[in-house]
């Protein structure tokens, strides 16, 4: 036995330096795994996990009619809630109809938002169109163009004036 694992693990070292090719290293593992004695399991340790399991019956004991016991008892709260399902689910339903109600009545006046800041900026884009066809012709140009000078004009003005009073209100009193 400790010759084929040993030929196996210079096999497998041989393929990793890459002197073997592939199948040599499963042929004598496949040896070694042959070499290995077969061992059944006995047939005590076969009915102790069935009685483990609960395929064979021991005698019956008190722990055993406890268990039939709690397992009645799950049926029997079992059935006492399928008897109360309708009751729960009208209940359930009608709280769920309730929040549904709610969420497409979110939904309504998110809509209702919606289609109003829609027409909002419908009404302002319309508006914008109509202000560029105006500023478009000459007139209205020279217009703006007049009033951009005059405010220009005006602000330099008014920042002369501003740094003319601020260097004599904060001069040097010596």
Partial sequence: MNDRLQRWLDAERRHSEGVLPDGESERWLTALFRALPYHSPTAALGKRVMLELGFTKPGTTPVAWAGRAM????????????????????????????????????????????????????????????????????????????????????????????????????????
């Fill in 71 to 174: 397992a009645l008892v799950g049926l029997l709260v079992l059935a006492t809630g399928f008897l109360a399902l309708p009751t729960l689910t009208l209940r359930v339903l009608s709280s769920v109809g309730h929040l549904l109600g709610l969420a497409l009545g979110a939904l309504e006046v998110t809509g209702w938002w919606m289609v109003a800041t829609v027409s909002i900026w419908q009404t302002l884009t319309e508006l914008g169109y109509l202000i560029s066809l105006v500023l478009a012709t000459p007139e209205a140009m020279l217009g703006l163009a007049l009033t951009t000078f005059t405010a220009v004009v005006a602000f330099w003005l008014l920042y002369n004036l501003t740094a003319h009073d601020r260097s004599s209100r904060y001069a040097d009193s010596t």
